[in-house]
């Protein structure tokens, strides 16, 4: 065995190598400048001594590789700096590519970025059948490119129309779906995984690139263009180009330059020195790691491993609350008056189960771990109780009186109010220092950011259990000051009522709307109103803007009982759950926009001044992953610390 620093070089006695990697001093594989110069030393000795095959396997719990060292790139602020490193992967990789003896990646966990060109690279793929087992290049969500092949291989093997797909939005893709799509040459159990590896990588085969189907063989040659044209027309629903200058260079430089980043002449606006220079990467390479701040929340915890949830209030919100902790892996039981009120949120569930888990026998086994509860029996075994019924500050006294009477002494008290003070709700317990907010948003699916909520007796324990909690299933825990609307809803309800002012002025909704979309938001401020509800934002507004007289036009729908989607009808009218919107008028949408953040930002900035936030950072991160504000900007404090307003 040959042993480096990062990598070891196991070799058979039938001459099959496995080469290992194992990042030093890290918990999970990243390809910095030391990996991959002992990678090229391994394929070195490889050459020297070829063996029958050679299989790259990790040694780590956590998964195959992380991808590229985020923080090498963030150092490489130069033009200059960014093509060495990309040149570095690029060549080291098309090295890997054209060795003569066969090459296999077995691929167990996540597989991110340069692990996925790593793979790729590779004549086999084996995926490991694992919930864990992900592959991806989500290289534009850091407003960058995969520049060590990625653009060049991956629609080879899956064909331009998948691979731009994935490179384009940054998804995951799954064992299984690896497999479907031609990116995983089998999928297989974690049991057979290593000698399924050695019978692939001596079987022969010919690579996937060589499988290729005619459609696919016209599409990545003479109907370039046309695909090419199709996905700038997707990405232009999504991105602005001014905004999100990677996707479109991704399809430039699959299109014209063959995959190769380093081949765009340097002043074209799709080339590698353009990104690099521009303030969209900078942003989205501190938005990676605000994320990564969050997540840090979780951790340092230790002895909480929660399996039980126990949920009261079968509403949309506690519905959607319980079946996300039972997609990932808890056993939940959802309390509410009757039978009757639970079903819907079953039903819903059994549905969103069957569109996640694309698997009839693992969607009953996931309905299997949801189980009505009327009587609240559950209360007795779980590790963590989420309250989430109506806003009633007398209601939910009562009912965490009779929790706390039969909770566990160590289970996690948890309340899901969006509007009534921690404090207020503790009021009547015997041991108030045991009750933390857990605030989730609407879709639960959807929302990355739960704000964990510490009012101010909450013990720092139950905090700290909270955000391991809230980390555990995959969520995004915020720290936040007990106070009115936290800080997501106290920044969105200014800013959704000065849009609705903007309709009592006559501004059309539509163009209301047009304004936040150009601007980056991912949906309008009034079509935002509408699905939340009307009658919500009226009360949003008594509460948290303080307003003795509310936008006229939002009072005469709610008092016509015009609520929004859920009534068919608000600012617009809703066929099959879409906003039917007519033509936008013109104007100057840059000035309605500007007008309409002031007091958003105006608010974040009196947040994070009073504390209810620990740091302008943590008010980006929180407004960004719980509003969808920007990312292109940075976020709020960032926009403004940067001249943007």
Same mark, same amino acid.
Request: glycine letters at 10%.
């Given at each position: 065995?040959?042993?480096?620093?990062?990598?070891?070089?196991?070799?058979?006695?039938?001459?099959?190598?496995?080469?290992?990697?194992?990042?030093?001093?890290?918990?999970?594989?990243? =390809?910095?400048?030391?990996?991959?110069?002992?990678?090229?030393?391994?394929?070195?000795?490889?050459?020297?001594?070829?063996?029958?095959?050679?299989?790259?396997?990790?040694?780590?719990?956590?998964?195959?590789?992380?991808?590229?060292?985020?923080?090498?790139?963030?150092?490489?602020?130069?033009?200059?700096?960014?093509?060495?490193?990309?040149?570095?992967?690029?060549?080291?990789?098309?090295?890997?590519?054209?060795?003569?003896?066969?090459?296999?990646?077995?691929?167990? /966990?996540?597989?991110?970025? *340069?692990?996925?060109?790593?793979?790729?690279?590779?004549?086999?793929?084996?995926?490991?059948?694992?919930?864990?087992?992900?592959?991806?290049?989500?290289? #534009?969500?850091?407003?960058?490119?995969?520049?060590?092949?990625?653009?060049?291989?991956?629609?080879?093997?899956?064909?331009?129309?998948?691979?731009?797909?994935?490179?384009?939005?940054?998804?995951?893709?799954?064992?299984?779906?690896?497999?479907?799509?031609?990116?995983?040459?089998?999928?297989?159990?974690?049991? #057979?995984?290593?000698?399924?590896?050695?019978?692939?990588?001596?079987?022969?085969?010919?690579?996937?690139?060589?499988?290729?189907?005619?459609?696919?063989?016209?599409?990545?040659?003479?109907?370039?263009?046309?695909?090419?044209?199709?996905?700038?027309? $997707?990405?232009?629903?999504?991105?602005?180009?001014?905004?999100?200058?990677?996707?479109?260079?991704?399809?430039?430089?699959? $299109?014209?330059?063959? *995959?190769?980043?380093?081949?765009?002449?340097?002043?074209?606006?799709?080339?590698?020195?353009?990104?690099?220079?521009?303030?969209?990467?900078?942003?989205?390479?501190?938005?990676?790691?605000?994320?990564?701040?969050?997540? /840090?929340?979780?951790?340092? #915890?230790?002895?909480?491993?929660?399996?039980?949830?126990?949920?009261?209030?079968?509403?949309?919100?506690?519905?959607?609350?319980?079946?996300?902790?039972?997609?990932?892996?808890?056993?939940?039981?959802?309390?509410?008056?009757?039978?009757?009120?639970?079903?819907?949120?079953?039903?819903?569930?059994?549905?969103?189960?069957?569109?996640?888990?694309?698997?009839?026998?693992?969607?009953?086994?996931?309905?299997?771990?949801?189980?009505?509860?009327?009587?609240?029996?559950?209360?007795?075994?779980?590790?963590?109780?989420?309250?989430?019924?109506?806003?009633?500050?007398?209601?939910?006294?009562?009912?965490?009186?009779?929790?706390?009477?039969?909770?566990?002494?160590?289970?996690?008290?948890?309340?899901?109010?969006?509007?009534?003070?921690?404090?207020?709700?503790?009021?009547?317990?015997?041991?108030?220092?045991?009750?933390?907010?857990?605030?989730?948003?609407?879709?639960?699916?959807?929302?990355?950011?739960?704000?964990?909520?510490?009012?101010?007796?909450?013990?720092?324990?139950?905090?700290?259990?909270?955000?391991?909690?809230?980390?555990?299933?995959?969520?995004?825990? =915020?720290?936040?000051?007990?106070?009115?609307?936290?800080?997501?809803?106290?920044?969105?309800?200014?800013?959704?009522?000065?849009?609705?002012?903007?309709?009592?002025?006559?501004?059309?909704?539509?163009?209301?709307?047009?304004?936040?979309?150009?601007?980056?938001?991912?949906?309008?401020?009034?079509?935002?109103?509408?699905?939340?509800?009307?009658?919500?934002?009226?009360?949003?507004?008594?509460?948290?803007?303080?307003?003795?007289?509310?936008?006229?036009?939002? #009072?005469?729908?709610?008092?016509?009982?015009?609520?929004?989607?859920?009534?068919?009808? /608000?600012?617009?009218?809703?066929?099959?759950?879409?906003? $039917?919107?007519?033509?936008?008028?013109?104007?100057?949408?840059?000035?309605?926009?500007?007008?309409?953040?002031?007091?958003?930002?105006?608010?974040?900035?009196?947040?994070?001044?009073?504390?209810?936030?620990?740091?302008?950072? =943590?008010?980006?991160? *929180?407004?960004?992953?719980?509003?969808?504000?920007?990312?292109?900007?940075?976020?709020?404090?960032?926009?403004?610390?940067? *001249?943007?307003?």
């Amino acid at each position: 065995m040959s042993n480096f620093k990062h990598w070891g070089l196991e070799r058979e006695a039938d001459g099959l190598a496995w080469a290992i990697l194992d990042t030093a001093d890290s918990s999970t594989n990243t =390809l910095g400048a030391d990996v991959m110069a002992e990678l090229g030393l391994i394929l070195d000795e490889c050459e020297r001594n070829p063996p029958t095959g050679l299989i790259f396997k990790s040694a780590k719990e956590a998964g195959f590789i992380a991808g590229a060292n985020i923080e090498e790139f963030t150092s490489a602020e130069t033009p200059e700096k960014a093509r060495a490193l990309i040149k570095r992967g690029w060549d080291t990789y098309n090295r890997l590519a054209a060795i003569s003896y066969p090459t296999l990646a077995l691929v167990r /966990g996540h597989c991110m970025g *340069g692990g996925t060109e790593l793979a790729l690279a590779c004549r086999y793929r084996i995926a490991v059948d694992e919930p864990g087992t992900k592959f991806a290049l989500p290289e #534009v969500m850091l407003g960058i490119v995969p520049g060590w092949g990625g653009m060049l291989r991956l629609p080879q093997v899956v064909g331009p129309a998948a691979a731009l797909d994935m490179m384009l939005t940054g998804k995951n893709i799954d064992a299984k779906r690896a497999k479907k799509m031609g990116l995983a040459d089998a999928c297989v159990p974690p049991r #057979v995984m290593e000698n399924a590896s050695r019978m692939m990588v001596l079987s022969g085969k010919p690579p996937r690139q060589a499988q290729s189907s005619f459609m696919q063989r016209l599409m990545n040659g003479p109907l370039k263009a046309l695909v090419a044209s199709g996905a700038r027309k $997707q990405v232009a629903k999504r991105a602005r180009q001014e905004h999100y200058p990677a996707p479109y260079a991704i399809i430039d430089q699959w $299109q014209n330059y063959g *995959g190769e980043t380093l081949a765009v002449p340097a002043d074209k606006p799709t080339s590698l020195d353009a990104l690099v220079m521009h303030p969209t990467t900078r942003n989205l390479i501190r938005v990676f790691f605000l994320q990564d701040r969050l997540k /840090g929340f979780g951790k340092g #915890v230790e002895n909480f491993a929660p399996r039980h949830v126990h949920v009261v209030g079968a509403g949309v919100m506690g519905g959607d609350i319980a079946a996300w902790c039972v997609l990932r892996g808890m056993t939940v039981t959802l309390q509410d008056q009757s039978i009757e009120r639970i079903a819907p949120a079953v039903g819903r569930a059994a549905k969103f189960f069957e569109r996640k888990l694309r698997d009839k026998k693992l969607a009953r086994f996931a309905l299997d771990r949801l189980i009505a509860d009327p009587q609240g029996d559950g209360v007795r075994q779980a590790d963590v109780i989420i309250e989430a019924i109506f806003e009633n500050l007398e209601a939910k006294q009562a009912l965490f009186a009779d929790i706390e009477a039969r909770a566990k002494p160590d289970a996690l008290l948890a309340s899901n109010t969006s509007s009534l003070k921690l404090a207020d709700i503790a009021a009547k317990f015997k041991d108030p220092s045991r009750l933390v907010g857990i605030h989730f948003f609407n879709p639960v699916a959807m929302m990355s950011l739960v704000e964990v909520v510490a009012g101010e007796i909450t013990a720092p324990q139950a905090a700290q259990k909270a955000a391991a909690f809230v980390r555990g299933i995959d969520k995004l825990p =915020l720290p936040v000051r007990d106070a009115p609307g936290f800080l997501v809803n106290a920044v969105l309800a200014p800013y959704m009522h000065e849009a609705m002012r903007c309709i009592d002025e006559g501004i059309a909704p539509e163009t209301i709307d047009a304004a936040m979309l150009a601007f980056g938001m991912p949906m309008g401020p009034i079509e935002l109103a509408d699905t939340v509800g009307l009658d919500v934002a009226v009360a949003a507004g008594r509460q948290l803007v303080g307003e003795a007289d509310p936008p006229k036009k939002l #009072v005469e729908l709610v008092s016509a009982g015009h609520l929004g989607k859920k009534s068919g009808k /608000g600012f617009y009218n809703w066929v099959e759950g879409k906003a $039917q919107k007519s033509g936008v008028g013109a104007g100057d949408t840059a000035a309605l926009a500007e007008r309409m953040l002031k007091p958003l930002l105006d608010a974040t900035q009196r947040l994070v001044a009073a504390g209810i936030v620990a740091d302008a950072e =943590l008010a980006d991160a *929180g407004v960004i992953f719980g509003t969808g504000f920007a990312p292109y900007t940075g976020g709020p404090m960032n926009y403004m610390n940067s *001249g943007g307003r």
